[in-house]
DNA sequence: GCAGACCGGAACGATCCGTTCCACTGTTAG
DNA sequence: CTAACAGTGGAACGGATCGTTCCGGTCTGC
């Protein structure tokens, strides 16, 4: 809507560009919201978008609508980023890189926190497939390099995120920080080193995880 | 029932036998319970220990009493196993074996997770500072041992614990191998390497994690 | 000017949950 | 033997929360 009346060009004015201006302000304060509680109130959103609750309705047919719409969207950024790191030439900067993005974006509280509150849409399930395509072909071109230990397995990825995902402090730009720590941690400790035990445990699994995406609650 | 007590000297009978097996059942389901879901209601407890309400609040004043009373056991568990530890004379295997044994009892989720949902005591206060300092009698002779690498600090066993905790998956003896493997990964990560780069950010500092035992919700 | 897009927020109804209450039952002291 | 009673199951209650609906008001684009 709102594309050709001869004066909207200007980005600032009318009510029409207040609610397209809307639109993405409630989508950010969603993003904020549920990022840090999966089961905040809609109201919350609302309120941090500083409009009020029927905005909301207008524009998503109820919460869930919302969730799928953000659950969708960390799942586009994800393929997006792995994409772009597969331009990268050098294997390991690429895989390195790839994860740092996904870990500063919150990627995985986007996607598998807020998996299993709504219905997936059939889109979502090929996205999801071809996120898993493309981690994978990440994975293998930096164990070809030879900087990954031989017994990880691209499921250990899942680990890895989770880990990052769960570092938390109230300030949020300090979250970020931990997280970049930790994440140098473990790509420390999935890195080739001669003499190390090899992992314990049989290595996660295919489907291992897939029952996030299942229906919760 | 009723097998004729001669005494109470036999374990099995008897409504005071009964009460008393109630006691250690019920803070047995609180643990399974609570360690899933730190907010779950309380009739969850009941139930999953096959007794009434009123069992439980026969012992327990209100819900924050039973949390509480989880909690300070979680946190005498982790002093206990630390005491254990230190006996070890191996500092590496001292420490290595200390945080396994934690994981293993998901003692992080019994005391940080629940840590916040009621009002602790200043025995709790005082067990939390000693638990502190066992830890970092542990750490300093991990690091003393030179298989620690320069730039980790004691707080990064937060962020370690933080990490074991959060994988998670619905069988929970899978659950044990798979954070197992997670330990296994940070602990390399976190082991003096030759050729790695300096771990990024400011460590975490003392303090940083207290937020989570001021009151929340 | 006026039809209607757009919005704020009160109101509503459905849950959910902690706690209380009461009727019942086997135990045990006397 | 029996009268208290500790111990219990679970229904009932009251408060809180939350998703959604609804209505009255405002501003805009025609």
Redesign the pocket.
Known sequence: ?ATS?GKTETPLA???A??AR?DEVILEAARGVFLDDPKA???AVAERAG?????L??RYA???DLLRQLCHDGLRRYIAEAETALAVSDDWAAFAGFLARVVDADVHSLTVHLAGTFAPTEEMGRDAMRANELATALFERARASGRLRPDVVVQDLGLLLEACAAVRVPDSERTGQLRRRQLAVLLAGLSAAPDTDPLPGPPPAAGEFDWRWRRRE
Not at 51 to 55: F, N, P, Q, T
């Open positions: 809507m009346p009318g009510r029409r207040q609610a809307n109130p809609i109201a409009v009020g609750i029927s905005a309705y207008r109820g919460k869930e």
